[in-house]
T-cell receptor, first 112, second 114 residues
Framework: GEDVEQSLFLSVREGDSSVINCTYTDSSSTYLYWYKQEPGAGLQLLTY?????DMKQDQRLTVLLNKKDKHLSLRIADTQTGDSAIYFCAEPEGGGADGLTFGKGTHLIIQP | DAGITQSPRHKVTETGTPVTLRCHQT?????MYWYRQDPGHGLRLIHY???????DKGEVSDGYSVSRSKTEDFLLTLESATSSQTSVYFC?????????????FGAGTRLSVL
């Protein structure tokens, strides 16, 4: 199956920007997704980007997509303690509606 | 959690016993999914359903069965639980379009098999 890669941990200071990176494998992926998981909770959709876009901005979140390198990134501006969570990158599995393939998740740790 | 209820939220059981987890939705979405989440593995798809009585296997379906007799309910059964099935199980729902498949997740069921 497809493989989605993310680094496991990222530590940033409060107020700085966080950049979480992801590489995916399926060049035919049309939509790519970012989910956030807070401790003890389910996954919450943060944002998504269509493959014909290079960038999408939504308040403090910026998603960058490099299709040539199959690289996706999520930038969180002015990182706050409430941003502390696990962030998952996901791409469609197989035929698109068959499910999502998730990365292992990046633990974002905020230092005061 | 987008009208998704998982039950039970926590369960402890013994090896060899049958276990059924329930996912209930109020959104009338066609697609429902079961994932498991384990440290070091992220989320992995177990089974999914694309309508009443229509189901298909995911990446890690061995040892699991599912049933969907109503649009709103999707059941995951472990016929004979093993310790390797200790995990957190998430249900998700979606109404995919041709290219977009935004999935909404329940709060999860934490299952311990002793």
């Amino acid at each position: 199956g497809e493989d989605v890669e993310q680094s496991l941990f990222l530590s940033v200071r409060e107020g700085d920007s966080s950049v979480i990176n992801c590489t995916y494998t399926d060049s035919s992926s049309t939509y790519l997704y970012w989910y956030k998981q807070e401790p003890g909770a389910g996954l919450q959709l943060l944002t998504y980007i269509f493959s014909n876009m290079d960038m999408k901005q939504d308040q403090r979140l910026t998603v960058l997509l490099n299709k040539k390198d199959k690289h996706l990134s999520l930038r969180i501006a002015d990182t706050q303690t409430g941003d502390s969570a696990i962030y998952f990158c996901a791409e469609p599995e197989g035929g698109g509606a068959d499910g999502l393939t998730f990365g292992k998740g990046t633990h974002l740790i905020i230092q005061p | 959690d987008a009208g998704i209820t998982q039950s039970p939220r926590h369960k402890v059981t013994e090896t060899g016993t049958p276990v059924t987890l329930r996912c209930h939705q109020t959104e009338n979405h066609r697609y429902m999914y079961w994932y498991r989440q384990d440290p070091g593995h992220g989320l992995r798809l177990i089974h999914y359903s694309y309508g009443v009585k229509d189901t298909d296997k995911g990446e890690v379906s061995d040892g699991y069965s599912v049933s969907r007799s109503k649009t709103e309910d999707f059941l995951l059964t472990l016929e004979s639980a093993t310790s390797s099935q200790t995990s957190v199980y998430f249900c998700a729902i979606s109404e995919p379009t041709e290219y977009k498949n935004i999935q909404y997740f329940g709060a999860g069921t934490r299952l311990s098999v002793l």
